[in-house]
Structures are given as structure tokens and as C-alpha cells.
């Protein structure tokens, strides 16, 4: 069983419509948590960042994350076709010192019908 | 435009082969990570350096090798090359004053032929 579990998609959903992708994830140690986008064959772009349970909130953006269930989501609002890419959830433990390694969901292919 | 930069953009090479990418962190960071991204595995970590010390390894084979030098770039070493080795190799940098926020470079893409 992978540490992160990602929904593959892929998803399509018409434009102006809320767009809801989610992570399960197993290991009880990861304290921090990330949504990357990623357009085709370009570096991932940091969305999101929270280390809490909760929803952090970020114009159209919804960060919510559920330590108790082990689950985080992404919420995107009024979903644009410039939304299209993949999205990659990422959790990190808080090591002491420097060590910062994240481990990525294998992503979730997005396109938005205009 | 996340400021950490990475040389060659594309690079084709043959199986057997040894190629050497290089990344310049953002301005200030001190830790520089290396990924691997693949089409049936995902992005997979495969080490990090922090002011010129290896802090962390991943899934990096023993054919690879990495450095990070006194002025925080980094170099991959990439040897004995295999087609399965074909990815797109990112850089990531972060650094104190950023958190555990890492931005990630354009990437290399390294096709083995």
C-alpha cells in the first residue's frame, strides 16, 4: 500500500463548476501538507500549505485536511479552463533540522470544459 | 517563476551514457532536493542536501550521485544510463525563512535512446 493514496482522475468538470480532489494517506507522522498544479511537462507550482486539521482558504482555493481520517482535500470554486493541470497532493513530516523530503500522490489529471 | 533554476532543459543521450544536471537554488535557500518523475511511477524523492551536506536519500540508485557545492548549486550525476531512466528529473529548493515550503525548477528531460 502506498503512503498516499491519490484519486487518478481523470476528472473533467464544465467551467464555473466546484472541483473537489482528494488524498488518503497512512502514515500518522505526516504533519504538513501540500496541493502542487502542474501543467504538462512543467515543474509542479506550490497551490497550498497547511499543517493543521481544518480548511485554509486562498481566493478560489480550499484547503481542507482531516488528521483523524487521514484525509486531505482541495476545493477549487468557479473552476476556469486555465484550472487544467494535474494536481498533486504532498505530505511531509516535520523532521528536526533541515530534512524536508516530501511524498506526492500520483496526482489528479483536471480539465475544465469552457 | 519559482527562482530555482535547472540546466539542460532537454537532454537526449544513448543507453550506457553519463550526464550531469545542474540546478541553482532560489536566492537564500540552503536545502536542494532532487526528484524523479516518471510516467508509471509519479514524482519520486530521491535525495536532499542541505549547505553541502547530504541530510536525506530517497529512491536514488547507486548509478546516481549528487552533490551540492559551496555555492548551494547542485549537480546530478546520472550514469551507466538505461532507457527505463527516461524522466523528468526535477530540483527543488527551500529554505529556514521559507518553512517546509520546497518550490520546484522546470525540470530536465532526459530521454535514453
Known amino acids: ?114 | 517563476d519559482s527562482g530555482v533554476t535547472q540546466t539542460p532543459k532537454h537532454l537526449i543521450t544513448a543507453t550506457g551514457q553519463r550526464v550531469t544536471l545542474r540546478c541553482s537554488p532560489r536566492s537564500g535557500d540552503l536545502s536542494v532536493y532532487w526528484y524523479q518523475q516518471s510516467l508509471d511511477q509519479g514524482l519520486q524523492f530521491l535525495i536532499q542536501y542541505y549547505n553541502g551536506e547530504e541530510r536525506a536519500k530517497g529512491n536514488i540508485l547507486e548509478r546516481f550521485s549528487a552533490q551540492q557545492f559551496p555555492d548551494l548549486h547542485s549537480e546530478l550525476n546520472l550514469s551507466s544510463l538505461e532507457l527505463g531512466d527516461s524522466a523528468l528529473y526535477f530540483c527543488a529548493s527551500s529554505g529556514l525563512q521559507g518553512g517546509n515550503t520546497i518550490y520546484f525548477g522546470e525540470g530536465s528531460w532526459l530521454t535514453v535512446v
Do not use: H
Not at chain 1, 58 to 81: C, E, M, N
Not at chain 1, 90 to 113: E, I, K, N
Open chain 1, 1 to 114: 500500500q502506498k503512503e498516499v493514496e491519490q484519486d487518478p482522475g481523470p476528472l473533467s468538470v464544465p467551467e464555473g463548476a466546484i472541483v473537489s480532489l482528494n488524498c488518503t494517506y497512512s502514515n500518522s507522522a505526516f504533519q504538513y501538507f501540500m496541493w502542487y498544479r502542474q501543467y504538462s511537462r512543467k515543474g509542479p507550482e506550490l497551490l497550498m500549505y497547511t499543517y493543521s486539521s481544518g480548511n485554509k482558504e486562498d481566493g478560489r482555493f480550499t484547503a481542507q485536511v482531516d488528521k483523524s481520517s487521514k484525509y486531505i482535500s482541495l476545493f477549487i470554486r468557479d473552476s476556469q479552463p486555465s484550472d487544467s493541470a494535474t494536481y498533486l497532493c504532498a505530505m511531509g513530516v516535520s523532521a528536526s533540522g533541515s530534512a524536508r523530503q516530501l511524498t506526492f500522490g500520483s496526482g489528479t489529471q483536471l480539465t475544465v470544459l469552457p
